[in-house]
């Protein structure tokens, strides 16, 4: 009794490893005013999950010229994240001119400012966000227009 004791002791202590999410493919459309958003960069935020999984659920995807992105998990578990529902933030870096620009320029130190406002850029509390999306089985399209002021 004593030694099963012991062993459901050790067993309790030894990590879990690494956490298995099954991922699903999530493609969409960013515009901003109603015309496609170029070099938007898309934030998905898990809603209401663990510590240990959140990395899995974690995502990022950037906007080409149409204003198509991809989201790639931000554990690096390949094009989507696991099942659920999420807060979506977004990022356009730009020139003083109001010119969208790249990750690369933006390593460069050539970054003015962002474009996007909070609540729809708060990655701090992405909560916040008027914005959301659900991940599941099938096609995972979502789309977002953000109306923001004319610069």
Do not use: C
Request: hydrophobic letters at 30%; aromatic letters at 8%.
């Amino acid at each position: 009794m004593i030694s099963s004791l012991i062993l459901g002791a050790v067993i309790a202590v030894i990590p879990k490893g690494p956490v298995q999410v099954d991922v699903h493919p999530i493609r969409g459309i960013v515009k901003i005013n109603g015309a496609p958003a170029y070099a938007v960069h898309v934030y998905y935020w898990p809603v209401g999950t663990s510590e240990e999984e959140f990395s899995f659920r974690h995502g990022i995807g950037i906007t080409d010229k149409d204003g198509r992105y991809t989201i790639r998990s931000g554990a690096g578990a390949g094009d989507g994240l696991g099942a659920g529902e999420y807060k979506v933030t977004f990022e356009q870096y730009v020139t003083k001119d109001g010119k969208p620009i790249t990750t690369m320029d933006k390593a460069e130190g050539t970054v003015i400012k962002t474009r996007i406002p909070k609540p729809h850029s708060d990655h701090d509390y992405p909560q916040n966000s008027p914005h959301s999306a659900t991940v599941g089985d099938g096609p995972n399209e979502h789309e977002f227009d953000l109306s923001l002021p004319k610069n």
